[in-house]
């Protein structure tokens, strides 16, 4: 019997111990839940997009099981998805009036772990339609919305004459200097039309004033309404304008070079001495002639760069209808010039590509 309970012991150990050498009975290893990470879902960010834009909507999902997406709409307007079950959704931003917050949530799936969600917000701009000012802008100038900025493309060639064309006037815009204006042994070389630029500026359809101002360089500074740039008053890094150079421009304040024919002083074919439109600035503010239309005459509040707040020409005369804008400064540069615009941008300037 002692012999026989010995064996049987040492059966029920040996048994005990293969099961336990062989990962026997319920060991976490066979439970996937136990060692599986869960999901994630990242529906990217916020977009602002305007009525009747095609917007896409992502999801970013990390997991290393199979996952299933539902995306469902929670607040707003409601669009039309494409699918509700793809990664990738697609909608047409619907028409509101000034703006709207759409809302959608996504929701992903492993079937093991618990689901997780993510959320994204889209906001809808009413689509602006092309202010008056807008349309003073020539025809040689593209003035198109996109969203919640307006983007100007122009050539840089002017819509008026100068004695900068081509004399062999294939333009039908040269004209001789005039030589109370204009000493020919000044101008600058090149011909209006040996220049190809395309120069663009995207400005915000609602500009706003920064907490500090910024100073201009060279190159284009803005956009006038004949399409030519406008460039600040200097010559070259540090340099004012000289009186022997200004000597060299046309009736318009203008001359070519280095890679286009652009206006310094009061351009005389957009304005003389009266309230027209003149152009943008690359901050998005409008600049106008030596007068303001709210007075009549030359505005007294103007602030170091030529601007104040007054209504315009191109603005309703109720309160509250009033816009920052600039004006060419009634100061005479070197005792006969006005300088189209010597100051700093009062805005957040964007780049104005040429």
């Known amino acids: 019997m002692q012999i026989h309970n010995f064996r049987t012991n040492c059966l029920l150990i040996s048994l005990l111990l293969g099961l336990t050498a062989c990962g026997g009975g319920n060991s976490s290893a066979d439970d996937d839940s136990s060692t599986d990470s869960a999901p994630t879902a990242d529906a990217g ?20 099981k199979t996952t299933t997406v539902s ?11 494409s699918s509700t079950t793809d990664v990738t959704v697609s909608f047409t931003a619907p028409t509101v009036d000034g703006a709207q917050t759409l809302e959608f949530v996504v929701t992903v799936s492993d079937s093991v772990n618990p689901e997780v969600t993510d959320s994204i917000t889209v906001t809808v701009n009413e689509i602006a339609e092309l202010g008056s000012a807008f349309e003073a802008f020539g025809d040689n100038v593209s003035v198109v919305i996109d969203g919640s900025e307006v983007v100007f493309e122009a050539t840089g060639r002017p819509d008026h004459r100068s004695c900068y064309w081509n004399p062999d006037n294939a333009s039908g815009l040269y004209v001789d200097c005039d030589p109370d204006i204009t000493q ?17 500026l995207r400005a915000p359809l609602n500009p706003e004033q920064a907490t500090s101002s910024s100073a201009t360089g060279l190159g284009a500074v803005g956009i006038a309404t004949s399409g030519v740039p406008i460039f600040n008053d200097q010559e070259g890094p540090n340099i004012d304008l000289e009186l ?12 070519t070079g280095p890679q286009t024919y652009h206006y310094h002083l009061e351009p005389k074919a957009i304005t003389n001495d009266d309230i027209e439109l003149v152009g943008i600035i690359a901050d998005g503010f409008l600049l106008y002639g030596r007068r303001c239309d709210s007075t009549g005459s030359y505005p007294e509040d103007l602030d170091a760069s030529g601007g104040h707040v007054s209504f315009t020409q191109h603005t309703g005369s109720q309160d509250g209808d009033e816009s920052y804008h600039y ?14 615009f010597p100051g ?4 957040t300037p964007n780049s104005i590509g040429g």
């Open 45 to 64: 960010s916020d977009q602002s997009v305007a009525s009747g834009d095609t917007v896409e909507l992502t999801v970013t999902v990390t997991d290393d």
């Open 71 to 81: 995306w469902s709409q929670t607040a707003g307007t409601t669009v039309d998805l």
């Open 244 to 255: 022997r150079v200004i000597q060299g421009f046309d009736r318009n304040g203008a001359h």
């Open 184 to 200: 020919t042994a000044q101008m600058s070389p090149g011909f209006i039309e040996e220049y190809n630029n395309l120069f663009t």
């Open 344 to 347: 700093d941008y009062q805005g």
């Open 327 to 340: 004006h060419i400064m009634n100061d005479l540069y070197l005792g006969a010039y006005y300088l189209m």
